[in-house]
């Protein structure tokens, strides 16, 4: 369960630079909310 936590919270953080970097901010705050539900 925990790694499962850290892989998911470490593919939010590498999602949000990389959405970030391209300026999809709209995409990034979608993924964002989509992983905190899960």
């Known amino acids: 369960m ?3 936590f850290i892989n ?3 593919l939010s ?3 949000t630079l990389h ?3 391209k300026g ?3 995409l990034q705050v ?3 909310f989509y ?3 899960l």
Do not use: C, M, V, Y
């Open 19 to 21: 959405f970030t970097r």
């Open 30 to 32: 979608q993924i964002f």
């Open 2 to 4: 925990i790694r499962i």
């Open 35 to 37: 992983l905190r539900l």
């Open 8 to 10: 998911r919270t470490t």
């Open 13 to 15: 953080i590498f999602a």
């Open 24 to 26: 999809e901010s709209r």
